[in-house]
């Protein structure tokens, strides 16, 4: 890192690692595949704001995120990489990655993040189960057990091949079984408006346990709303003179402290905007505005707000 004060948010204890709280996902980085410049520009000028934890994965943009970041990165720079397993590229088929669960298709995903990244050993690895998505769905012989998974998972981390396991797109069932394991991070699809998983979040902090949700703002998928076109977030950042995006991420890291943010872009502009909001702290009465989202949408539609899942 450049500027080693430089943390924006604050820090937490990833993996004995000490990262800032706004970090960096890389998947936007696929987006550079004509244009590996750009994308190593937008990746030092990270660096030089203070990021110092990217997510990224093999199968996005079919290595080319994980080039740019062997390129672009350097040892000195002290950057904690986490990629994950649990899905293979896909050329050729009707979405570019398919399930690979089997606990020898896990170990090859890592040898493809260990070569596309350039690397002997993978900071921390991910386990992205295929239990409560969105997205890619296990069918037949990629019912895997999870014990077989985290055994495989485990014997790479022996080995010195992995440095830390966490898990992906998990019920908190699943997270209790894996906790011998040493899981050091959960990411699941949640944010403002979509916080299906917050027992799973809880246990995340009893266990001191990294919570980095992907979607914080929201998607397309059914279930995820966008933060960022919601009345009360809206009517938020013009309150305090920020973005929709910027009051949606600033929630999170309000909301538990061992939330990392890691939302992606392919602009510096944004990308500059997403490390302010580690300056950004919300009122309580905004806060508990944005606390309550999740019961008003349901009671705007005139139904019962979901009880928790897990």
Same mark, same amino acid.
């Given at each position: 890192?450049?500027?080693?004060?430089?943390?924006?948010?604050?820090?937490? !204890?990833?993996?004995?690692?000490?990262?800032?709280?706004?970090?960096?996902?890389?998947?936007?980085?696929?987006?550079?595949?004509?244009?590996?410049?750009?994308?190593?520009?937008? $990746?030092?000028?990270?660096?030089?704001?203070?990021? !110092?934890?990217?997510?990224?994965? #093999?199968?996005?943009?079919?290595?080319?995120?994980?080039?740019?970041?062997?390129?672009?990165?350097?040892?000195?720079?002290?950057?904690?990489?986490?990629?994950?397993?649990? =899905?293979?590229? *896909?050329?050729?088929? /009707? @979405? /570019?990655?398919?399930?690979?669960?089997?606990?020898?298709?896990?170990?090859?995903?890592?040898?493809?993040?260990?070569?596309?990244?350039?690397? !002997?050993?993978?900071?921390?690895?991910?386990?992205?189960?295929?239990?409560?998505?969105?997205?890619?769905?296990?069918?037949?012989?990629?019912?895997? #057990?999870?014990?077989?998974?985290?055994?495989? $998972?485990?014997? $790479?981390?022996?080995?010195?091949?992995?440095?830390?396991?966490?898990?992906?797109?998990?019920?908190?069932?699943?997270?209790?079984?894996?906790?011998?394991?040493?899981?050091?991070?959960?990411?699941?699809?949640?944010?403002?408006?979509?916080?299906?998983?917050?027992?799973?979040?809880?246990?995340?902090?009893?266990?001191? @346990?990294?919570?980095?949700?992907?979607?914080?703002?929201?998607?397309?998928?059914?279930?995820?709303?966008?933060?960022?076109?919601?009345?009360?977030?809206?009517?938020?950042?013009?309150?305090?003179? =920020?973005?929709?995006?910027?009051?949606?991420?600033?929630?999170? $890291?309000?909301?538990?402290?061992?939330?990392?943010?890691?939302?992606?872009?392919?602009?510096?502009?944004?990308?500059?905007? *997403?490390?302010?909001?580690?300056?950004?702290?919300?009122?309580?009465?905004?806060?508990?505005?944005?606390?309550?989202?999740?019961?008003?949408?349901?009671?705007?539609?005139?139904?019962?707000?979901?009880?928790?899942? #897990?």
């Amino acid at each position: 890192m450049s500027d080693t004060s430089l943390r924006p948010g604050g820090t937490y !204890d990833f993996a004995g690692h000490p990262v800032a709280r706004i970090g960096y996902g890389a998947m936007a980085l696929e987006r550079f595949a004509t244009d590996a410049a750009s994308g190593e520009r937008l $990746l030092r000028r990270a660096v030089e704001l203070g990021i !110092d934890h990217i997510d990224t994965a #093999d199968f996005y943009g079919d290595s080319v995120a994980n080039d740019l970041i062997r390129r672009a990165i350097r040892p000195e720079d002290d950057v904690l990489v986490v990629t994950k397993v649990g =899905a293979l590229k *896909n050329p050729g088929g /009707p @979405i /570019p990655l398919r399930p690979g669960q089997k606990p020898e298709e896990l170990r090859h995903a890592v040898e493809d993040n260990l070569r596309s990244l350039g690397r !002997d050993r993978l900071d921390v690895v991910n386990l992205r189960r295929l239990d409560v998505g969105p997205g890619i769905e296990a069918e037949g012989d990629q019912l895997v #057990d999870l014990d077989d998974q985290l055994a495989e $998972l485990v014997a $790479l981390r022996d080995s010195g091949v992995i440095g830390a396991i966490g898990l992906s797109a998990v019920d908190i069932d699943t997270l209790r079984r894996a906790l011998p394991a040493g899981i050091v991070c959960v990411q699941n699809a949640y944010g403002v408006v979509a916080r299906r998983f917050e027992p799973l979040l809880e246990l995340c902090v009893a266990e001191g @346990i990294a919570w980095a949700p992907f979607f914080p703002l929201g998607s397309g998928f059914p279930g995820i709303p966008k933060a960022t076109e919601q009345p009360e977030v809206i009517a938020a950042a013009e309150r305090i003179g =920020a973005t929709p995006a910027q009051v949606g991420l600033a929630w999170l $890291l309000g909301h538990a402290p061992n939330a990392l943010v890691i939302p992606g872009t392919s602009s510096v502009e944004h990308l500059a905007e *997403n490390v302010a909001v580690g300056r950004i702290t919300l009122d309580a009465s905004t806060t508990a505005e944005l606390d309550g989202m999740w019961d008003a949408r349901f009671a705007a539609a005139g139904e019962p707000a979901p009880q928790w899942t #897990d």
